[in-house]
């Protein structure tokens, strides 16, 4: 991989850092300082260089879904993401049956194992099936079930090491036991498509969970007299909540509104892209489901959201733009955050020493122009 060397407008520690240079030794960043006359290979004018973007929260891109179950869909998906400056990603799974859950989990640990022509699958984040019926959105109902112990253990040995993330209704009978488990193996678990109560929260942050999925969106919302999910995340400082900032998913007052109570440090930019993301509207489906895209915005024949076509890139520039969320602080919620989520925040999500030298170059409108993984460029794509 040898030497590579970017001068330019480096967000490095959630500052734009003008004329520094970004030095990369073997796909590792050996130096991101100011500039002081060395010899740089690239001259970013104008833009910034950002860290490579982390999505934890995506379904399918480019035409395909984790749920296809095959390496070239995954692939595929990879192509697209990188296109947009996200250098890693949470393969992101829909309820299914036990079965069909195992296998995608086989294909993504086989995937995981070689070279990818995109961006790297870092893991993956279970979503479903252990999901309130009443807040299920666009997932299958006749697959939800209850949390045990014995499907946990079958779905983590299934994951090879690769689960990252679960999703799931901690008021579902068992979901104590099945979060505490999940903890004590190093799992991050979300409260998601939940109808849990405040007590209820109370009761799931004793314990174990630390993460909100796509805040605001199949929860209980807010209320004066039961706080509920959007309370509890809103109230518990230590907690990461996901934000799927596509202006259509959640209004830009309540995006704002939670960015003042939560700070930069504790959003995560989600997509919850399907396979639309990146194509055209369109008829596509998800989950067994026929889904229509019109204006960008996928949903299901009744009217329901069915995942987005939002890409990490224009959720920056929403926050940017519609938020008033500083450049750096915004491109955080992108990297460092999720990265962090991923549990691999010590590797990926910065530009500092001894990080993956996984980086993006954008231009004075936050658009991607050009994404590296492990100091090389990965080739843009557009089906």
Same mark, same amino acid.
């Given at each position: ?10 967000? #490095? ?22 500039? &002081? ?6 001259? /970013? ?6 860290? !490579?973007? #982390? ?62 022509? !995109? ?8 979503? !479903? ?15 939800? +079930? ?19 993330? +679960?999703?799931? *209704?901690?008021? &579902? ?35 174990? +969970?630390?993460? /909100? ?36 998913? #959640? ?42 895209? @019109? ?29 008033? +969320? ?12 999720? *990265? ?6 010590? @590797?990926?999500? @910065? ?16 658009? #991607?122009? @050009? ?13």
């Amino acid at each position: 991989m040898g030497r590579l060397a970017v001068r330019g407008n480096l967000i #490095v520690d959630r500052e734009v850092r003008e004329d520094w240079i970004l030095i990369c030794e073997d796909g590792v960043i050996a130096q991101a300082g100011p500039w &002081r006359g060395e010899a740089a290979d690239l001259r /970013v004018a104008g833009g910034y260089v950002a860290p !490579g973007y #982390v999505d934890v929260h995506v379904h399918g891109a480019g035409g395909c879904d984790v749920m296809d179950a095959s390496e070239a869909a995954l692939a595929r998906i990879a192509q697209t993401l990188a296109t947009h400056g996200v250098t890693g990603f949470l393969a992101t799974t829909l309820t299914a049956d036990l079965d069909s859950l195992t296998e995608v989990l086989r294909m993504c640990r086989v995937f995981a194992r070689r070279p990818s022509p !995109g961006a790297a699958l870092l893991g993956v984040h279970l979503e !479903g099936p252990w999901i309130s019926p009443d807040y299920k959105g666009a997932q299958n109902p006749d697959f939800i +079930v209850d949390p045990t112990l014995a499907d946990a253990r079958v779905l983590l040995w299934a994951a090879g090491g690769l689960l990252r993330i +679960v999703t799931l *209704a901690p008021e &579902r009978p068992g979901a104590g036991a099945v979060i505490g488990y999940l903890r004590s193996r190093g799992i991050r678990v979300s409260a998601g498509h939940t109808g849990a109560t405040w007590e209820e929260m109370k009761e799931a942050a004793r314990c174990g +969970v630390s993460q /909100v999925t796509h805040c605001f969106n199949a929860m209980r919302g807010f209320h004066h007299r039961e706080p509920g999910v959007v309370g509890a995340a809103m109230m518990h400082g230590e907690w990461t909540v996901e934000l799927i900032a596509d202006g259509v998913h #959640v209004h830009p007052g309540a995006m704002a509104l939670l960015y003042r109570a939560k700070g930069a440090d504790r959003i995560a930019l989600v997509s919850d892209a399907m396979r639309a993301a990146g194509m055209p509207d369109g008829d596509y489906h998800l989950g067994g489901f026929a889904v229509t895209v @019109r204006g960008g915005a996928a949903r299901l024949p009744d009217g329901t959201l069915a995942g987005s076509t939002l890409t990490l890139d224009r959720a920056v520039q929403h926050m940017v733009r519609l938020c008033g +969320v500083p450049v750096a602080e915004a491109v955080a919620m992108a990297s460092e955050v999720p *990265a962090r989520a991923a549990g691999c925040g010590h @590797r990926k999500g @910065r530009l500092a020493a001894g990080y993956d030298a996984d980086f993006v170059v954008l231009d004075q409108d936050l658009r #991607v122009e @050009r994404t590296f993984i492990a100091g090389a460029e990965v080739q843009r794509v557009d089906w």
